[in-house]
């Protein structure tokens, strides 16, 4: 399928970027009542998703498992955490293009959640691979490689959270589809965006959307995980290499020319690290559920946390939009 607003925008990319739709898009956008100064707004991906799981994963799945299929491999070679909704997305996604998926495992602090999400992983079909540490899935993944290839086809890998160059596509579709809404008046075009920052993806996608886009809007990411680089320098290097994809497979446009500057990546929510949950991120999650809105507390919450108490503080200037990427199943 080529119904991507991507492809609407740059239809030399039809025949060279191939897409293929996994969810009802364009998901829905609505006020949120949080007693904040600002009016807070929200993109709700939750439901994105025709099966299986759904959420911000499934838009980076859109280009890369098309992808996948247009290189020849017959696997998908990823890692993430023990409770990493990322793989069970490639997984069970991946299954309905006739993949397999390999899955090195990284351990997190368990919970309940973490617990269930292993059990969904084990059922998922997947190969698991338990490496324990980023130190180890470094040094084993040329052994991987290896034991996934089949003949001469190496399996495709990719990086936590599929955020590769072409897995940031998924959210510069997502910019384009926002502009879309704001066009069309269904809400104001905000100061601000304000999403989790776990591997990256997401957030370069939307730097780089939105301003292809035409909007002036600013990204501000809120750091869920501590095991990766996740400064506005690298946010912005992964922005630029899927905009150098782009214009490799034919796109012709003028560059953004996009900078560190553009962003704004903050800490403050993090905790103890990734999979710790947080006071913060608690009373976030039950201003959220008041609200109708389902996130979780080591990941969304601490970002819906990040971007009350920037409220508070007068950082804002105008509506903001809160990017909601959990998609629970």
Request: proline share 6%; charged share 20%; net charge neutral.
């Amino acid at each position: 399928m080529t119904d991507s607003r991507l492809h609407e925008r740059f239809p030399e990319l039809v025949t060279t970027l191939p897409f293929a739709r996994l969810g009802v898009a364009p998901t829905p956008v609505r006020t949120l009542d949080l007693g904040t100064k600002s009016t807070v707004w929200c993109k709700d991906e939750s439901g994105y998703g025709s099966g299986g799981w759904g959420g911000n994963k499934i838009r980076k799945l859109e280009w890369l498992l098309p992808e996948a299929e247009r290189r020849g491999a017959r696997t998908i070679l990823t890692v993430g955490g023990t409770g990493t909704n990322w793989g069970l997305a490639a997984a069970l996604y991946g299954r309905d293009f006739g993949l397999d998926t390999a899955l090195a495992l990284v351990d997190q602090p368990v919970d309940d959640h973490v617990r269930a999400q292993l059990r969904r992983l084990e059922n998922s079909g997947a190969t698991l691979h338990f490496t324990h540490s980023k130190l180890r899935t470094i040094l084993t993944t040329p052994w991987l490689v290896l034991r996934h290839t089949h003949g001469r086809t190496l399996p495709y890998l990719l990086p936590v959270g599929g955020s590769s160059p072409i897995g940031a596509l998924g959210y510069v579709e997502g910019a384009l589809e926002l502009a879309a809404q704001i066009a069309a008046g269904e809400l104001p075009e905000p100061t601000h965006l304000v999403t989790a920052v776990g591997s990256g993806g997401t957030a370069a996608g939307l730097a780089l959307g939105l301003r292809l886009a035409g909007l002036r809007t600013r990204v501000v990411g809120v750091v869920v995980n501590d095991s990766l680089p996740l400064d506005a320098p690298h946010i912005i290097t992964l922005a630029n290499r899927a905009e150098a994809v782009l214009r490799a497979r034919g796109a012709g446009f003028t560059s953004p020319g996009l900078h560190p500057d553009d962003v704004t990546i903050v800490r403050d929510w993090l905790g103890p690290g990734y999979g710790h949950e947080t006071p913060a991120a608690v009373a976030a999650n039950k201003l959220a559920a008041a609200a109708g809105l389902e996130l979780e507390t080591v990941y969304t919450a601490k970002a819906l946390a990040g971007l009350i108490e920037m409220d508070t503080r007068g950082e804002f200037d105008g509506p903001v939009l809160f990017l909601n990427t959990y998609g629970p199943r």
